[in-house]
């Protein structure tokens, strides 16, 4: 079953930027080409919610909230998912994921994202 791994949270300051990476382990590079991903994310004490949708077409979607700010993108032969992140907010602070759409059972460990002053 495919693993996920998330890197490059951090502490960031409101108005700031970060980058996320997720590497897709064991899974073969046309599988990774031909599947729908997201990036999730999951504040303290709330849901797991779906931020950003990046479609094997191509096609991208965003939430509201994190519209106009995140960018969602991918590097197939190297099977890793982004997501560029700017102008960002308090309320963007929580553990972000990397899955697929729909999300698989496999979840990685995420990487933490605080945008604070």
């Known amino acids: 079953q495919a693993q996920f791994v998330e890197s490059g949270g951090g502490l960031a300051q409101p108005g700031g930027s970060l980058t996320l990476s997720c590497a897709a382990q064991?899974?073969?590079?046309?599988?990774?080409?031909?599947?729908?991903f997201g990036w999730y994310r999951q504040a303290h004490g709330n849901q797991r919610e779906l931020v950003a949708q990046?479609?094997?077409?191509?096609?991208?979607m965003y939430g509201d909230s994190v519209k106009g700010r995140f960018t969602i993108s991918k590097n197939s032969s190297r099977k890793r998912l982004f997501l560029q992140m700017n102008n960002l907010k308090p309320d963007d602070t929580a553990v972000y994921y990397c899955?697929?759409?729909?999300?698989?059972?496999?979840w990685g460990l995420g990487t933490q994202v605080t945008v604070s002053s």
């Open positions: 899955n697929t759409i729909p999300a698989t059972d496999s």
């Open positions: 990046l479609y094997s077409s191509g096609g991208t």
């Open positions: 064991r899974m073969i590079t046309s599988t990774f080409t031909a599947l729908d």
